[in-house]
């Protein structure tokens, strides 16, 4: 964290499953993930860059959410709302992580979705900070912090994985084969 940026606790007492949250409260509105951290055509060998490249290619939102595990302020961030079809990967690595047909309005502020792309896309670990005891979600291979899992979401699952926007990157269905992802198609063939 930058200094003089003032990071606090904010007491969420009307979301379902939320409790305290860190908020960094020095982020702009205008941080978005960047437009492309890996080069088209990605292939499918994910991993963690070094720390000069991760610090060059991120911007802070992004690192401090992926890194050091913050959180971005709620209806403040590019994808609670997005409606588009596609998915979602590492901002980081670019490992894929979820995708649009399993995303739902938790009316949260963060992205919201009822599993992974995968079944073994994420690492779940517990978390106990804040006085409380929640699941953290990470990427397998970068090890990037995502967010939470909770266990008040809509059926089929009852889960609902409250995702920060910073820790991620939207690949539109029509660009999935020239970015390397052409295997997800087979998500969108009943649309």
């Known amino acids: ?3 003089g940026k003032l990071t606090f606790l904010l007491l969420l007492l009307s979301l379902p499953g939320a409790g305290l949250l860190m908020i960094n409260a020095g982020a702009t509105d205008s941080e978005e993930p960047s437009a492309s951290p890996l080069p088209a055509g990605q292939t499918g060998e994910f991993s963690k860059p070094a720390e000069a490249e991760l610090r060059a290619r991120l911007t802070p ?4 959410v992926t890194q050091n595990e913050e959180t971005e302020r709620a209806f403040d961030n590019p994808y609670w709302d997005n409606k588009q079809a596609g998915i979602y990967v590492d ?3 670019g490992e894929p992580l979820f995708s649009s047909t399993d995303k739902f309005k938790s009316g949260t502020g963060w992205p919201s979705f009822i599993r992974p792309i995968e079944e073994n896309a994420l690492v779940e670990r517990t978390d106990t900070r804040f006085f409380m005891k929640r ?3 990470k990427s397998r291979q970068a090890g990037s912090h995502l967010g939470h899992v909770f266990d008040d979401g809509p059926q089929p699952t009852g889960l609902r994985y409250c995702i920060n926007s910073a820790a991620l990157r939207f690949i539109p269905k029509d660009q999935l084969e020239a970015e390397g992802y052409g295997q997800y198609l087979y ?3 009943q649309e």
Do not use: A, G, R
């Open 1 to 3: 964290m930058q200094p």
């Open 61 to 64: 939102l992004q690192y401090d």
């Open 91 to 93: 901002i980081v690595s």
């Open 135 to 137: 699941t953290e979600l």
């Open 187 to 189: 998500l969108f063939e």
